[in-house]
């Protein structure tokens, strides 16, 4: 199986080998949706997410992901699950790996979508758009399914606003070197005090929190820990899974979990940019000194009900500073070394917006209602209660909030707000359908999303760093993708183009040994 | 921290982010409060109507 990985570095595809440094770069998304079906007694949310991946695409790409990379035949069975209920135990079953290099899932209880592998941070929010694109109209497909007067909803938010919370992840390539203990001081206060723009905005506090009337983040009310391994009780601020779908000798992956899913593009722009600028300085030894809040924990929760944004944090060296103070520091440190390295052009553009929002935000944070979802969600509030005498325990309040995040362009509050004018944009709609359907092409997703497209019936099984191929013989054909950089377009895009079936493809890569 | 130079590192602003906006870029702020009724009147149109109701039954399961 070496033989494959080997052959991609062939010398009419290669190219340098410090390509390869800057693999610490690639990011991707995972999102959790909401979903709800309206009028049906017996709802079940695993069903009804099942029903909804199914839905999409029809069969052509349904290839099951595989959870063992070692042993990959034995996960390649077949998958006749519209036959069976599935439950929750047998939800790792209803997974499609998409052209675009994605892949769209049942996770617990809600369809999450996860982007492909991406090289910077504009690349991520556009793959991240095209993944709630793909959730509506799999909803929309999956609506003729139900009875009549039944309605599928789905929400890209991350509470129920009752104390059940799902995730939106956010996932950073980093260098093995980088010793995790670094991460935690540098990264926990750049992460408690992004939340002013990282913000989706919520009406009211839960999961056994003091009361509030608005906040800005969704998930604030949920992270118990400052460092751990969970994801669903006592929640960390940073989270410690190690799984780097990569070479482990040289990488980690590191996945927040603290975020919100953002509507926005501009805001995913910025959220990604700037925490990728971060821990790049930070794997590049050039954040000189972390900022270390003395009560991680409780900061984060006072930086999302502090609307004013003027609430000092206390720091543990006895001093105190602001949110927003953290955050002109850290823009700083990150202008710094971006001067000084050589990034692509994109990060000056992250530079700029977050010099930007920081200054609006100090002015009044309203004037980032144009670029953030929890000031753009304020705006609507505060107007519908002025306009029509709402107190804020109001339920219409707070179905205004829910339907914010709704993605169905007809209702969603979002996509009324952006089809105003009143809130910008980073894509255009063609922008977005190419990436529905093509992947990105400076990475591994490129090769993987190409074979879905183009060899889809003879793919068995998929994950981040393999691919399995079932060309009749008698053993199954494994494509190990332990680089995330290579699969690129540069490397392979004239090999797949040339291969007319997964047989040439394979024998062009060598990978004939499986 | 509190006391540090904050014009040291502010970015060149020669390009504003808002140039690389492709469709609809963002109104002026007096525009915004002129239009603010007709946003308001068409979520109207769009909203769920028994807002309680809603809200009650909006119930997920935990995640991640």
Redesign the interface.
């Known amino acids: 199986m070496g033989k494959a990985g080997r052959s991609r570095r062939s010398p009419r595809v290669s190219t340098c080998d410090t390509s390869i440094v800057t693999s610490h770069r690639i990011l991707g998304t995972e999102t959790?949706y909401?979903?709800?079906v309206?009028n049906e007694a017996e709802f079940n949310?695993v069903l009804a997410s099942s029903a909804l991946i199914n839905s999409y695409a029809g069969g052509r790409a349904r290839i099951q992901w595989s959870f063992d990379e070692e042993s990959p035949g034995r996960d390649a069975r077949g998958f006749g699950f519209e036959d069976s209920m599935p439950s929750e135990i047998e939800t790792g079953l209803v997974n499609v790996v998409l052209t675009n290099g994605a892949r769209l899932y049942v996770?617990?209880?809600?369809p999450?979508y996860s982007t492909p592998e991406c090289f910077e941070p504009r690349e991520a929010a556009l793959y991240e758009k095209a993944g709630e694109v793909i959730i509506a109209r799999a909803a929309e497909s999956a609506q003729m399914l139900l009875a009549a007067g039944q309605r599928m909803l789905i929400h890209k938010n991350n509470?129920?606003?009752?104390g059940?919370?799902?995730?939106s992840?956010e996932n950073y390539l980093l260098t093995r070197e980088l010793p995790f203990g670094e991460i935690v001081s540098h990264f926990t206060g750049f992460l408690v005090t992004r939340q002013i723009f990282t913000g989706s905005g919520k009406v009211g506090s839960e999961n056994g929190r003091p009361a509030t009337h608005y906040q800005i983040t969704q998930r604030a009310d949920f992270f118990e820990e400052e460092v751990g391994l969970e994801?669903?009780l006592k929640?960390p601020i940073i989270n410690t899974r190690d799984e780097p779908h990569a070479d482990s000798a040289k990488y980690r992956r590191l996945h927040v979990?603290i975020g919100d899913a953002n509507l926005s593009e501009?805001q995913t722009f910025l959220k990604l940019g700037s925490s990728s600028l971060i821990l790049q300085a930070l794997d590049d030894g050039a954040l000189p000194e972390p900022?270390v809040l003395a009560d991680p924990v409780a900061a984060v929760r006072t930086v999302s009900c502090d609307l004013s944004l003027r609430d000092l944090l206390a720091l543990s060296n006895g001093?105190s500073?602001t949110a927003i103070?953290?955050q002109?520091?850290y823009?700083?440190w990150a202008?710094?070394y971006a001067n000084a390295s050589d990034l692509p052009e994109v990060y000056?553009?992250v530079?700029?917006?977050w010099?930007?929002v920081l200054t609006d935000l100090e002015l009044d944070p309203l004037r980032t209602a144009?670029r953030l979802d929890w000031t753009a969600k304020l705006s609507?509030l505060d107007?519908?209660a002025a306009?029509d005498g709402l107190e804020w325990d109001?339920?219409?309040m707070?179905?205004?909030d829910?339907?914010y995040h709704d993605v169905a362009p007809?209702?969603g509050?979002y996509h009324?707000?952006?089809a105003?004018?009143?809130?910008?944009?980073?894509?255009?709609?063609e922008?977005v359908e190419h990436a529905v359907s093509n992947p990105p092409e400076r990475t591994r997703a490129y090769f993987r999303g190409r074979c879905v497209g183009k060899f889809g019936s003879a793919l068995v099984a998929a994950n981040w760093d393999s691919l399995v191929f079932d060309i009749g013989e008698d053993s199954l054909k494994r494509v190990p993708m332990m680089e995330p950089l290579r699969g690129s377009k540069d490397r392979v895009g004239d090999l797949l183009d040339r291969s007319d079936t997964p047989a040439d493809l394979l024998r062009a890569l060598g990978g004939d040994d499986g | 921290m509190g006391d540090r130079e904050r014009k040291q590192i502010r970015p060149e602003k020669d390009q504003s982010v808002e140039s690389d906006v492709a469709t609809e870029s963002a109104v002026e702020g007096e525009e915004l409060t002129d239009r603010i009724d007709d946003l308001l009147e068409e979520i109207d149109s769009v909203l769920e109507e028994n807002a309680e109701e809603f809200v009650k039954n909006y119930v997920q399961k935990g995640g991640e």
Do not use: C
């Not at chain 1, 996770?107 to 809600?110: E, L, M, Q």
């Not at chain 1, 509470?159 to 009752?162: L, M, N, P, R, V």
């Not at chain 1, 059940?164 to 995730?167: A, E, Q, R």
């Not at chain 1, 105003?420 to 709609?429: A, E, I, V």
């Open positions: 959790e909401g979903i709800t309206q949310p996770d617990h209880a809600h999450e509470s129920d606003g009752k059940n919370s799902y995730g992840h994801t669903t929640r979990i501009v900022v001093r500073l103070q953290a002109w520091q823009l700083e202008t710094k000056g553009d530079l700029r917006l010099e930007e144009d609507i107007a519908y306009r109001d339920p219409k707070r179905l205004l829910l339907q007809a209702r509050l009324r707000v952006v105003s004018g009143r809130m910008q944009r980073l894509f255009t709609d922008q």
